[in-house]
């Protein structure tokens, strides 16, 4: 079983920066996909930004391009979200999400975290 525990969330100002953690344990995710997704109130839960564990390729969603980064640390078994120029549209629920399955990727992970709440002050 895999458990993902996401930190880092909280209240920021517009032009902030925050940096989000995805501590991940229960397996060996050299061949996972594994990532960022979001869910704003009364909004549809939408992809930010994913990496392959192995070789590290990285994708966003066209509205964070450019302000975030996604990156991992293998040895601790971490993804991080790295959020800059924040506006107060990022403002949501942020969900870590992996799966080993390419075709469940990104339409249907099977392993989620509690998720962490930013929010963004205009």
């Known amino acids: 079983q895999v458990q993902l525990v996401e930190s880092g969330g909280g209240l920021v100002q517009a032009g902030g920066s925050l940096r989000l953690s995805c501590a991940a344990s229960g397996r060996t995710f050299s061949s996972y996909f594994m990532g960022w997704f979001r869910q704003a109130p009364g909004k549809e839960r939408e992809f930010v930004a994913d990496i392959r564990w192995s070789g590290g390729i990285t994708s966003y969603a066209g509205s964070v391009k450019g302000r975030f980064t996604i990156s991992r640390d293998n040895a601790k078994n971490t993804v991080y979200l790295q959020m800059s120029s924040l506006k107060p549209e990022d403002t949501a629920v942020y969900y870590c999400?992996?799966?080993?399955?390419?075709?469940?990727?990104?339409?249907?992970?099977?392993?989620w975290g509690q998720g962490t709440q930013v929010t963004v002050s205009s």
């Open positions: 999400a992996a799966t080993a399955s390419a075709s469940r990727w990104p339409r249907n992970p099977n392993y």
